[in-house]
């Protein structure tokens, strides 16, 4: 698969992903009153997101996904935000993980996207919790196997 196509593929499966969110009020309430949502997001070689990394979080390493909210007045007007995947990364934990490239960026995808929507495991055992429970509710949606989420499999 081409860096074009997985970048179609990953337009794709966040757009499927935010119609399913929209499916649940409580995440439907942490997003804009906007009945319509979008985001955006790009599939990065491994030295573009170390350094969006380094520069925005202070840690200097690719990572897998990086979450930028929209700021106002996109967000009111329905704009989530940006999401960026590291494909070095990505590859990586697909083989890890023993699953296909699309499962692994789906579970990304669906992580990143609700980091845009305010869940942040970052901020203690209670939030990686239920950013978990929602990973794992979203992924039921979709056809990603496993259906584990990254909050849960990193615990492990």
Do not use: C
Not at 127 to 154: G, V, Y
Request: charged letters at 30%.
């Amino acid at each position: 698969m081409t860096s074009k196509d997985l970048n179609k593929k990953a337009t794709r499966l966040l757009e499927d992903l935010i119609d399913a969110a929209l499916h649940f009020p409580e995440l439907r309430k942490k997003g804009p009153k906007n009945l319509e949502w979008k985001a955006g997001v790009q599939i990065v070689g491994g030295p573009e997101i170390r350094k969006l990394n380094r520069h925005y979080r202070k840690k200097d390493y690719a990572t897998d996904v990086l979450s930028f909210g929209a700021p106002e007045p996109f967000w009111s007007s329905g704009y989530l935000g940006e999401l960026v995947v590291g494909l070095p990364v990505l590859k990586r934990q697909a083989k890890e993980f023993k699953h296909s490239v699309n499962a692994e960026l789906t579970i990304l995808i669906t992580h990143g996207l609700l980091h845009l929507l305010g869940l942040d495991h970052e901020r203690g055992k209670t939030h990686a919790r239920k950013q978990a429970q929602w990973e794992a509710r979203l992924l039921a949606f979709t056809d990603a196997e496993p259906r584990a989420s990254l909050i849960t499999r990193s615990k492990k």
